[in-house]
């Protein structure tokens, strides 16, 4: 992993990283970004190994426009107005996931809305156009450590890891705090985390809420709400039920069912993540009495995958 002065050249390489599912840690106005094609379930599936989360957070998608944000989400009035006022800027909305989004369902952690923003900084900028998609990008430290407003942050934050497989040098962060983030998906503008762009600045375009964690409002995007699919889920199975379908592990044990999907036969837990939400939508979308999910070691991206399986069988 080194430290790259973002010039044109090292952005070109960067690009190529990015497109072959790699990381890439980039500069941004806010704080520094752990970059990934967001359209790469693996891809994505190693922002969360690498960064040692023990929860799959749903993670910020970066565009470079309003008209490219229109490809993944409905832009709604509201997000209209406020993208037209602050993007590209310290701005992230929360809007409802378009059906035809092109994007992993790990980047949003099976939710049905993502998280978008538009970098004013031009590396990140870069970035987005040269690799040719979206990118999800955290901030780039570990996770429970501070987010990091130069490259050497992020260099001393993962030593000794592949990834990120460089890092980009675009100096220290202007504004240094994460972006705001408001749920715009009804008409009604909630403050999901206070950031980057002041409470004030927003509230010269629209009247602003704010999200009390105590308080539990009926909206999409809430970070309580967990995706939960229709059918119940049955964990630890080593045998499949009539009616069930089958969401398997390894090669060893796996019960016969005629529906089933595995997370990974060769037992990688990092490619399990990258399947999860998209093979638990897929199970859940054939009509079956239940979806057995069988053991996943609860190591590495297996704690993550578990507390995610839990929350969904509750
Ligand atoms: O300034 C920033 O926002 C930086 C730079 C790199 O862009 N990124 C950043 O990402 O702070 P991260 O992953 O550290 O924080 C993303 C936040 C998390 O708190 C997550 O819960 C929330 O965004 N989030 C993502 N998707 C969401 C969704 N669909 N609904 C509600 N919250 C969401
Ligand atoms: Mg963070």
Same mark, same amino acid.
């Given at each position: 992993?080194?430290?790259?002065?973002?010039?044109?050249?090292?952005?070109?390489?960067?690009? $190529?990283?990015?497109?072959n599912?790699?990381?890439?840690?980039?500069?941004?106005?806010?704080? /520094?970004?752990?970059?990934? $094609?967001?359209?790469?379930?693996?891809?994505v599936?190693?922002?969360?190994?690498?960064?040692?989360?023990?929860?799959?957070?749903?993670?910020?998608?970066?565009?470079?426009?309003?008209?490219?944000?229109?490809?993944?989400?409905?832009?709604?009035?509201?997000?209209?107005?406020?993208?037209?006022?602050?993007?590209?800027?310290? #701005?992230?909305?929360?809007?409802?996931?378009?059906?035809?989004?092109?994007?992993? /369902?790990?980047?949003?952690?099976?939710?049905?809305?993502?998280?978008?923003?538009?970098?004013?900084?031009?590396?990140?900028? $870069?970035?987005?156009?040269?690799?040719?998609? !979206?990118?999800?990008?955290?901030?780039?430290?570990?996770?429970? /450590?501070?987010?990091?407003?130069?490259?050497?942050?992020?260099?001393?934050?993962?030593?000794?890891?592949?990834?990120?497989?460089?890092?980009l040098?675009?100096?220290?962060?202007?504004?240094?705090?994460?972006?705001?983030?408001? $749920?715009?998906?009804?008409?009604?503008?909630?403050?999901?985390?206070?950031?980057?762009?002041?409470?004030?600045?927003?509230?010269?375009?629209?009247?602003?809420?704010?999200?009390?964690?105590?308080?539990?409002?009926?909206? !999409?995007?809430?970070?309580?709400?967990? /995706?939960? !699919?229709?059918?119940?889920?049955?964990?630890?199975?080593?045998?499949?039920?009539?009616?069930?379908?089958l969401?398997?592990?390894?090669?060893?044990?796996? !019960?016969?069912?005629?529906?089933?999907?595995?997370?990974?036969?060769?037992?990688?837990?990092?490619?399990?993540?990258?399947?999860?939400?998209?093979?638990l939508?897929? #199970?859940?979308?054939?009509?079956?009495?239940?979806?057995a999910?069988?053991?996943?070691?609860?190591?590495?991206?297996?704690?993550?995958?578990?507390?995610?399986?839990?929350?969904?069988?509750?």
């Amino acid at each position: 992993m080194n430290i790259i002065f973002a010039d044109q050249q090292a952005i070109l390489n960067a690009s $190529d990283f990015i497109r072959n599912g790699r990381l890439v840690a980039v500069p941004t106005e806010t704080v /520094y970004g752990l970059a990934a $094609d967001a359209g790469n379930d693996k891809a994505v599936a190693k922002i969360f190994q690498t960064k040692g989360r023990p929860q799959f957070n749903p993670l910020i998608v970066h565009v470079t426009s309003i008209e490219q944000a229109e490809e993944y989400v409905s832009m709604t009035p509201l997000a209209k107005l406020l993208a037209e006022a602050f993007w590209p800027g310290p #701005l992230t909305l929360v809007l409802p996931r378009k059906q035809s989004a092109n994007l992993s /369902y790990l980047v949003s952690a099976g939710l049905d809305t993502i998280a978008i923003r538009c970098s004013s900084h031009s590396v990140m900028r $870069d970035l987005i156009f040269n690799s040719g998609c !979206p990118i999800a990008a955290p901030s780039a430290n570990p996770s429970n /450590y501070m987010s990091p407003t130069t490259a050497e942050h992020v260099k001393n934050g993962f030593l000794g890891l592949p990834e990120p497989a460089i890092i980009l040098d675009g100096g220290p962060c202007e504004v240094g705090l994460e972006s705001t983030i408001v $749920d715009a998906c009804t008409e009604h503008a909630v403050i999901l985390r206070h950031g980057g762009l002041s409470r004030g600045d927003l509230e010269r375009t629209c009247p602003i809420y704010t999200h009390e964690p105590n308080q539990k409002i009926k909206a !999409p995007g809430m970070l309580e709400k967990h /995706y939960a !699919p229709v059918h119940k889920i049955r964990l630890d199975v080593k045998e499949v039920r009539a009616g069930e379908v089958l969401l398997a592990f390894g090669s060893e044990g796996v !019960p016969v069912c005629e529906n089933t999907l595995n997370l990974s036969t060769s037992g990688d837990l990092t490619e399990a993540a990258a399947n999860l939400f998209k093979m638990l939508h897929r #199970l859940d979308a054939i009509q079956s009495s239940g979806i057995a999910v069988m053991n996943i070691p609860n190591t590495d991206l297996g704690e993550a995958i578990n507390d995610r399986l839990n929350r969904a069988s509750k």
